[in-house]
């Protein structure tokens, strides 16, 4: 996934490799939680050598909950419940909270070398936003085994190694969150990752 740091110039191969799959604790994942945060990584690797840590922040509306990791059926769920609903009343709820939150917002990143900041710039909006956010909050924390019950704490933190097979490639995600909450039921939240990438040995 290019260009979620950088603007993408004519030399930039449009066919990169990149991981299609992960394999974490023994269990292979190909969903876009396991394309997204490998891309972030070894965006950072190639372009941004220099950092030792990233800051990932957007506000979000609501709870994270395991409805997040398969959101087809928190979707069918919606839909579902919706075939009860009074039309008229379903219509003015969406148009209310569209009006308080607006439309899905970007994702703003910061690059830090030690204590010094590298870069700060939000994420396209075609690879994540604010809604979509809370989707990859929920499978890393999945992933590091915190249970479901635990996601909406102000402070988290753990561990996710996932192996690229294909690529041959180790990645190491230390990630703490921080949430702040806001006016209107909002929360910010912040996910700090130290990243790391490493070749697999030939065995």
């Known amino acids: 996934m290019p260009g979620l740091l950088r603007h993408l110039t004519e030399d930039d191969p449009l066919d990169a490799p990149r991981t299609q799959m992960l394999l974490i604790g023994g269990e ?39 409805d997040l990791l398969f959101p087809e059926k928190a979707l069918q769920r919606h839909l579902d419940a919706m075939d009860h609903a009074d039309t008229a009343d379903t219509w003015r709820e969406a148009l209310a909270e569209l009006d308080l939150l607006g439309p899905p917002g970007p994702v703003h990143a910061r690059l830090f070398r030690g204590k010094e900041e590298m870069l700060v710039r939000s994420l396209p909006l075609e690879s994540v936003d604010t809604e979509t956010f809370a989707y990859l909050l929920a499978w890393q924390f999945k992933w590091a085994g915190i249970p479901s019950g635990r996601w909406n704490d102000t402070r988290l933190s753990g561990v996710v190694i996932g192996k690229d097979p294909v690529r041959r490639r180790v990645y190491r995600m230390t990630f703490s969150l921080a949430g702040t909450p806001l006016p209107e039921g909002l929360v910010s939240r912040a996910l700090s990752i130290v990243p790391s990438v490493k070749g ?4």
């Open 200 to 203: 697999l040995f030939p065995r």
């Open 28 to 66: 292979a994942y190909a969903n876009a939680a396991a394309k997204f945060w490998p891309g972030l990584i070894d965006e950072l690797d190639e372009f941004f050598p220099a950092c030792t840590l990233i800051e990932l922040s957007a506000p979000s509306s609501g709870k994270l909950e395991p």
